[in-house]
């Protein structure tokens, strides 16, 4: 029998891995919090007609990607490909949008696409929104935001900020109707994606990797020469915030984003270190979307970035997580007393010095095999319990480290089990704040 294996795209990610993703949600969480951001916390199902609602049912999201299914009563249910619409979905329904609100959530996402570096079918995202603010200073506010975050995790020099204007939906439509007539002359020069996108949704068509279909855009009508007169006084008013805090941006007349409730602002973080997975961090405004949604009209804003992307990028970046603390002493019990004894004084230390990482021998082994053990464990000290030091009420502190030589005795010292705290508090005084 075949053993089983983890489902094509969703992956298992693991302890020598985790320390980078563990600096990269605590170094998030730090900045949003200082930025006054509260998480919440959403749920990975919801109902499938909550994503055709928000995302738009011609996109690929809806039309191929979506992980759908009945449930046993009959419900559509969908395993959230985003995380803006459940979001706006539990401010409407828990009432948290009669004030300016900041809202974050981290965890996983779904898509049926095909894996590869950086993009896989259960992927991880940060996400950030705002609610309840109209005015461009929440869109600089978010984008700044998110800039802090890059220079907090040292890839301010690895990424770029690129930033574009969509307009209002009265715009867009009538840019839409302008790139469809243009595109329509020249469909049989279109990729096939192209091809389909243009019946469907014809604005993803800027956003096309193609090269020869990229080429054919430069002909094309511009975006810009449509937008509403709002939507380019913000737009205006942005770039003077972005300027005034000495935020560096390029304006990329073809940047649209896939989703359709993006209005007005959108924006991208990229890298050209990923290959084509260039794109680490996207937002923009969605003013539409909680009225859509069922709640009352409120402006909103926001970004989500691509968890397994980041890391990526920290490791090709060569930037230091900081390690692990590692072991710092290993408790060698030889005997059922001595197992006994050594097992309720570590719990009491745990009690009082809970920064210290403790591994505790489990099983049976000699002495040697112990103490061979501890060594092996990268432990600066071993915790010794023997026969004699269990009869007189002690314990032997033994350094296995050199550089772990800062009790009195260098070497091996035998305390009473009453100085055991003290003993480790000199030892240890490098390490614990």
């Not at 055709?52 to 039309?63: A, M, N, Q, Y």
């Not at 390690?323 to 060698?332: F, K, L, N, S």
């Amino acid at each position: 029998m075949s053993n089983i294996r983890a489902v094509r795209g969703m992956n298992d990610i693991l302890p020598d891995e985790t320390p980078h993703w563990q600096h990269l949600e605590q170094t998030v969480s730090r900045v949003l919090s200082s930025y006054g951001y509260g998480e919440i916390r959403l749920p990975l199902v919801e109902s499938t007609r909550l994503f055709k609602r928000s995302i738009g049912e011609v996109t690929d999201i809806v039309e191929k990607e979506m992980y759908s299914f009945d449930d046993r009563n009959g419900d559509s249910l969908t395993l959230r490909p985003e995380g803006t619409a459940g979001c706006v979905r539990a401010a409407i329904q828990q009432g948290l949008l009669g004030v300016p609100q900041r809202l974050w959530y981290a965890g996983p996402m779904f898509r049926y696409e095909r894996p590869q570096k950086g993009r896989q079918r259960q992927f991880h995202q940060i996400g950030v929104e705002a609610f309840g603010v109209p005015t461009p200073d929440m869109d600089a506010e978010i984008i700044l935001l998110s800039a802090r975050i890059w220079r907090q995790l040292g890839l301010v020099d690895s990424v770029a900020l690129q930033l574009n204007s969509i307009g209002s939906s009265s715009a867009r439509q009538a840019y839409r109707s302008a790139l469809v007539e243009y595109l329509q002359q020249r469909e049989d020069a279109l990729d096939e994606d192209s091809q389909r996108r243009l019946h469907s949704n014809p604005l993803r068509i800027l956003d096309s990797k193609n090269p020869q279909t990229q080429a054919l855009l430069d002909g094309a009508p511009a975006l810009a020469d449509f937008l509403d007169e709002e939507s380019r006084d913000d737009f205006a008013r942005l770039r003077e915030l972005l300027d005034a805090a000495g935020q560096r941006y390029v304006v990329n007349a073809r940047l649209v984003r896939g989703l359709d409730y993006y209005n007005k602002t959108v924006f991208e973080w990229v890298t050209d270190r990923l290959g084509a997975q260039g794109t680490v961090c996207a937002g923009g405004r969605y003013d539409g979307l909680v009225e859509q949604l069922g709640g009352k009209p409120t402006p909103a804003v926001g970004f989500a970035m691509g968890m397994e992307r980041l890391v990526l990028l920290l490791l090709e970046s060569a930037q230091a997580v900081p390690a692990g603390r590692g072991v710092d002493a290993y408790v060698v019990a030889v005997g059922e007393a001595a197992q006994r004894e050594a097992l309720a004084a570590v719990e009491a230390v745990r009690d009082k010095l809970g920064e210290l990482v403790i591994l505790q021998h489990t099983g049976a082994g000699s002495f040697k095999s112990q103490l061979k053990k501890a060594d092996k464990s990268g432990a600066r000290v071993a915790l010794i319990w023997g026969e004699d030091e269990v009869a007189n009420g002690k314990v032997t502190i033994k350094q296995l480290r050199d550089q772990a030589a800062q009790v009195d005795n260098p070497g091996q010292q035998t305390v009473p089990r009453e100085h055991l705290e003290a003993t480790l508090v000199a030892a240890f005084a490098d390490r614990m704040g």
